[in-house]
Nanobody, 125 residues
Framework: QVQLVESGGGLVQAGGSLRLSCAAS????????MGWFRQAPGKEREFVAA????????YYTDSVKGRFIIFRDDAKNTVYLQMISLKPEDTAVYYC??????????????????WGQGTQVTVSS
């Protein structure tokens, strides 16, 4: 079955960096568009970044533009989220998602079929 496993979360000071990884198995990774979402305590899950199956198209929510980069390594069946200049408001559980799709990026959570279990990112001020 399809499995997505996130890693790389942790506690970091404001201004610091983290790289999240999402390792996929049970699917033909190159056929899947991928996304990162996050959910802070008491808030709804929100879109963070997405990448097309080709890797040529990416999209970011405004609050992370210029600070986060999404990229993929199809040889490793892994999508990454490189995060720099982290802020306390980036604190959340981060989830990766996958959807078989031959178009561009997918921004809506409901359009993804597969989800990981999440990894906690905590940014202290």
């Amino acid at each position: 079955q399809v499995q997505l496993v996130e890693s790389g979360g942790g506690l970091v000071q404001a201004g610091g960096s983290l790289r999240l990884s999402c390792a996929a198995s049970g699917l033909t990774f190159s056929r899947y568009a991928m996304g990162w979402f996050r959910q802070a305590p008491g808030k709804e899950r929100e879109f963070v970044a997405a990448i097309s199956r080709s890797g040529r198209s990416t999209y970011y929510t405004d609050s992370v533009k210029g600070r986060f980069i999404i990229f993929r390594d199809d040889a490793k069946n892994t999508v990454y989220l490189q995060m720099i200049s982290l802020k306390p408001e980036d604190t959340a559980v981060y989830y990766c998602a996958a959807q078989a799709w031959d178009g561009g990026v997918i921004l809506v959570a409901a359009e993804y079929d597969y989800w990981g279990q999440g990894t906690q990112v905590t940014v202290s001020s």
